[in-house]
């Protein structure tokens, strides 16, 4: 069995974001819809999503989705893209804030494209306003799900009194959610076209290839093949595959851009990531059948390397990944995972160097400053001070990194410094969400600091963040 995942790709199920059913009823995504409209007991099971947060995949996809949300009219800085993971070929938003990516849409695309095309339909539906339409629908729905229930009711009391209750009193109690139900999903599949159309219009703005929606499409007509004998086509969120290939594939090749290939550097920093994601959640099987001792490319090493550090063949890891670092001497993600390996098998003061290497490489990037922090407390407590520059300045730079705040924490307490250490926790529980934590901690900390210093005030505003609002 695999060890607990490493922190370098940190797979967990936090606090936030914070997804009720109300949220995923609102969802729109590119999954099939086979089946969504059903309200069986898994329907009424809470979400649980793990996020992914790894540097490497996550720098990948905003450069994926730069064009992409500047064409759609979106701030690209505050576009979140949030990786999931769940093997299924899917993503979605609940905001505007926000574009959800399964981990499976990565491993399953063979292109960069492809993974361009998933982000250019959920920007349209951002960019057309469709959760914020849906909401009121949604709402319009609800209230004729309830009055047909109430005619229902009525007509029951009715044929009761009368002494004339038939067996079609059922279909009368249940006629107002069916068609309610029907105008929410019809509307669903509306949307679903109209971000696919405008999907295509940002790929032609920004002069990119259509051919990953058709590709995408085919994939969902073959899941779906054996199924669409029995499903209610007006039962469905989305319209069924061969619908949507209709709908785009002229469009798609018409435009000019259509034969346009990806370029090379960047198809290879796809097949890394996707080499990436299988090396850390793949079990041993299918990372040596994904990628055998025959296969010699840079991918392959990276998954055979990834895998030879989390099955605990550490020397031999170390091995691998200097060879990668041999052919890519300026790759921070080769760097980051040398330190990574090190760190995660008691090795921290040689960890330290790679560690600042990939941080240098990657210019700072937030993810591996924390795992350079970390190291930097492992390996010497007289690091706690650069510990404090390099946890602090990742923290600002990426506030929902939440093992962030335990180390930042862990370094003011080195330093003697508890109300600090204090007011760091505190503020990662208002980051998980959790402000009645977060303010007990806060009180702590505000007890020991200057009062009306700016730790002094960060602490009262989080006190009062968890007062209940007065009507």
Not at 263 to 279: E, M, N, S, T, Y
Request: aromatic letters at 6%; charged letters at 25%.
């Amino acid at each position: 069995m695999p060890r607990e995942m490493p922190r370098g790709m940190i797979i967990a199920t936090p606090a936030r974001p914070k997804l009720s059913r109300a949220a995923l009823a609102l969802a729109c995504g590119l999954a099939t819809g086979l089946a969504l409209a059903s309200t069986s007991a898994r329907a009424q099971e809470k979400p649980k999503l793990s996020i992914v947060r790894d540097a490497e995949i996550e720098q990948l996809l905003r450069d994926y989705a730069r064009p992409i949300f500047k064409a759609a009219g979106l701030n690209a800085t505050r576009t979140r893209i949030v990786l999931i993971n769940d093997r299924a070929f899917n993503a979605f938003v609940v905001d505007g804030k926000r574009v959800f990516v399964n981990t499976g849409t990565v491993i399953d695309s063979a292109t960069p494209n492809e993974v361009i095309c998933v982000l250019a339909h959920e920007a349209g539906h951002i960019a057309d306003g469709h959760l914020v339409r849906r909401a009121e629908v949604l709402n319009r729905a609800k209230y004729i799900s309830i009055i047909g229930t109430l005619l229902g009711a009525g007509a029951a009391i009715g044929g009761a009194r009368s002494g004339q209750v038939s067996g079609n009193t059922g279909g009368a109690m249940t006629l107002g959610p069916s068609v309610a139900q029907r105008m929410l999903l019809s509307y669903q599949r509306g949307e679903e076209q109209a971000a696919d159309r405008a999907g295509l219009r940002f790929l032609s703005m920004t002069h990119q290839s259509a051919a990953g929606f058709l590709t995408t499409f085919k994939r969902f007509s073959d899941q779906q093949l054996f199924l669409r004998s029995r499903v209610d086509p007006y039962l469905q969120s989305h319209p069924l595959a061969p619908e949507r290939i209709a709908g785009v594939e002229r469009l798609a090749r018409e435009s000019p851009y259509f034969n346009k290939k990806d370029p090379p550097a960047l198809q290879q920093r796809h097949d890394l990531a996707r080499a990436k994601l299988i090396g850390f959640t793949g079990s041993a099987d299918e990372i040596a059948r994904r990628y055998p001792m025959r296969e010699t490319g840079l991918p392959a090493q990276y998954a055979r390397a990834i895998a030879a550090y989390r099955f605990g063949r550490i020397d031999d890891a170390q091995r691998q990944i200097d060879a990668l670092i041999r052919q890519q001497p300026r790759n921070a993600y080769f760097w980051e995972l040398k330190g990574q390996s090190l760190l995660e098998n008691a090795r921290a003061q040689q960890a330290v160097a790679p560690l600042r290497k990939a941080v240098s490489l990657s210019r700072g990037q937030p993810l591996i400053r924390m795992l350079l922090g970390q190291a930097l407390l492992s390996a010497d407590a007289r690091h706690a001070d650069e510990a404090l520059r390099e946890l602090t300045a990742a923290l600002q730079a990426d506030p929902d990194a939440m093992e962030g705040y335990r180390f930042l924490a862990q370094a003011y307490a080195i330093k003697g410094n508890e109300p600090m250490a204090a007011l760091v926790t505190a503020k990662g529980y208002a980051e998980a969400g959790n402000k009645l934590a977060a303010a007990q901690v806060a009180k702590r900390a505000q007890a020991g600091l200057p009062r009306n210093s700016p730790g002094w005030r960060q602490a009262d505003d989080i006190i009062h963040l968890a007062k209940p609002e007065k009507d």
